[in-house]
């Protein structure tokens, strides 16, 4: 089992910035990847970003450029850097862990957090 604790949302005016942290705790050993996601209501949930356990980043492509993922090893965190923050980037933001690096699908990830709230306003 894989517990994760995700935190940093909140209000960011357009043009803002923000950064989440997810931290994993319990089973870390089975981690591959770790991934962000993000959903609105009525909507499915949308890959936002990902990095490997070996540190290498990857992106949706409508998120490069302003979105940085990292990992921290050390402290089993992965970061996601949100820069020039635009109203349609509100969601609430989740962190999941998986063991199939490269992947974007969902159903791919295997333990998710609680999810945080980012709300971008003008």
């Known amino acids: 089992q894989v517990q994760l604790v995700e935190s940093g949302g909140g209000l960011a005016q357009v043009g803002g910035s923000l950064r989440l942290s997810c931290a994993a705790s319990?089973?870390?050993?089975?981690?591959?990847?770790m991934g962000w996601f993000r959903q609105v209501p009525g909507k499915e949930r949308d890959f936002v970003a990902a990095?490997?356990?070996?540190?290498?980043?990857y992106y949706a492509d409508s998120m490069k450029g302003r979105f940085a993922a990292s990992l921290d090893r050390t402290k089993s965190t992965v970061y996601l850097q949100m820069n020039n923050l635009k109203p349609e980037d509100s969601a609430v933001y989740y962190c999941?862990?998986?063991?199939?690096?490269?992947?974007?699908?969902?159903?791919?990830?295997?333990?998710w957090g609680q999810g945080t709230q980012v709300t971008v306003y003008s």
């Open positions: 319990g089973d870390t050993f089975g981690i591959y990847v």
């Open positions: 990095v490997s356990w070996s540190g290498t980043p």
């Open positions: 999941a862990t998986g063991r199939s690096v490269g992947s974007r699908q969902a159903n791919s990830f295997d333990y």
